[in-house]
């Protein structure tokens, strides 16, 4: 049981850890749909 | 003589039923000066075919334009209703501030017939499907009960799937409990959830799952690919599967039919896993990143060649996304039937099948009733037995 735990855990932190690593390189829906011209922030 | 008379019959049946279309095609139209007529509008609400080139191909003609100083010149020749037209029908030259393709299709009418199949077909089958099968599984458990090990356990095991391969096959089982979870959640959000508990409740739960299915996605696709490298091997069809197919697994007749590491239906559950999950991961990314990656008119081209079929080659791009959206509902649904009932054989309905994914040590009896060859292959080996409960 302790190994399927484990995949949950890592599961859960790879989750987040792709939300972290898309974000920072420009893949969130809002930079991907706005011209440059548009401000984000 | 009769033949003939019914023939005739025949023929002037189908004389007045051509007749209204000819009408509709050539007199009617000329009627209305090339515009919409009563037929379109009524073959329309009736959900008909109806040839559009009429108003499609009226886009106005820039030749024609009146001089500059002219009344309306300033068009160009193009009327207010013929750029209209232009948009309706994606022919006119839009120019956007927005990125992308999608932004300069300003009316997209597919958009309808997306709508109304997710709200009916999909929701339908993901309805009636879920909760066919799990009603089927309940009776089966009823009238058939658990699948115990005959004899009763033996007392001793014998290690069945390894740590990292537990842990292959948890990722791919969690990260897919969690997406069928939320993508039902998104599926039935209008027609369910906002009903019972509103629309600020639909919303959280909305964004929740779309965080949650857009994420753990990664993981499910990772997971499909160590799948299918650790197992592929074992999972290649042979005549065993068919002789286990024919005594229904051991369910019809007396005795467990023979089998290696994976048995008939496990196999088929493997190749279903990875050929559904590798469509549904496709989907998944032209979803994760909307209009980059299109790939249903290029499939159905290659269709087209194969088939002769006569698929839409050109779509918008629009109309890509919504394909991907309902292939990938359609996809994910038929995989949770299937994984439903490789739950409940994996759990409930079988004793002693859950071991082999829990701690991974099997009953030494049980492996021996389900996988026979397996186990001799692995005595020959020296692989370890131990005794029940010992887990060094």
């Known amino acids: 049981m302790k190994t399927m735990f484990a995949a949950f855990a890592f599961t859960i932190a790879v989750s987040f850890g792709a939300y972290f690593v898309l974000s920072e390189m420009g893949f969130s829906s809002a930079e991907v749909q706005s011209a440059p011209s548009v401000r984000l922030d | ?392």
């Open chain 2, 1 to 392: 003589m009769n033949l003939q008379v019914v023939g005739a019959c025949l023929i002037a049946l189908l004389t007045f039923a051509v007749t209204p279309a000819y009408s509709q095609d050539e007199g009617q139209r000329a009627s209305t000066g090339g515009a919409q007529t009563l037929e379109d509008i009524l073959a329309r609400q009736k959900g008909l075919k109806v040839d559009e080139s009429f108003r499609r191909d009226n886009l106005g003609n820039p030749e024609n334009a009146q001089p500059i100083s002219g009344n309306l010149g300033s068009l160009g020749g193009v009327s207010n209703s013929d750029i209209y037209r232009g948009i309706r029908y994606s022919e006119t030259d839009v120019k956007v501030s927005n990125n992308g393709p999608a932004a300069e299709i300003l009316v997209q009418d597919g958009g309808m017939e997306w709508l109304l199949t997710r709200q009916g077909g999909i929701q339908a089958y993901a309805g009636y499907g879920i909760g066919g099968i799990i009603l089927a599984l309940v009776i089966f458990y009823f009238a058939r009960g658990r699948m115990t090990i005959d004899g009763g356990p033996s007392g001793q095991t014998i290690e069945r799937f390894k740590a990292f391969e537990r842990f292959g096959h948890w990722c791919l089982a969690g990260s897919f409990i969690m997406l069928a979870c939320t993508g039902l959640l998104l599926l039935f959000g209008r027609s369910v959830i906002i009903p019972i508990f509103g629309h600020e409740a639909n919303s959280a739960i909305a964004t929740f799952s779309i965080w949650v299915h857009n994420n753990i996605a990664w993981v499910f696709m990772a997971a499909l690919v160590a799948i299918f490298v650790m197992w592929v091997a074992h999972n290649i069809p042979n005549k065993l599967d068919l002789e286990w197919f024919a005594k229904g697994g051991g369910i019809v007749g007396h005795g467990h039919p023979s089998a290696k590491k994976f048995n008939g239906g496990q196999k088929l559950i493997f190749w279903m896993t990875i050929v559904l999950g590798a469509s549904v991961s496709m989907s998944g990314l032209s979803l994760l990143f909307p209009f980059e990656l299109p790939m249903f008119a290029k499939t159905f081209g290659i269709i087209n060649s194969m088939t002769g079929m006569g698929l839409p080659t050109e779509l918008l791009p629009h109309e890509e996304m919504q394909l991907a959206h309902l292939w990938h509902a359609i996809v994910a649904i038929t995989m949770i039937i299937a994984i439903i009932a490789h739950i409940y054989i994996g759990s409930v309905g079988m004793e002693g099948a859950f071991d082999a994914m829990g701690n991974g040590q099997v009953d030494l009896e049980w492996a021996r009733q389900h996988h026979d060859l397996w186990v001799e292959e692995e005595e020959a080996k020296g692989a370890p037995i131990r005794q029940a409960g010992d887990l060094r």
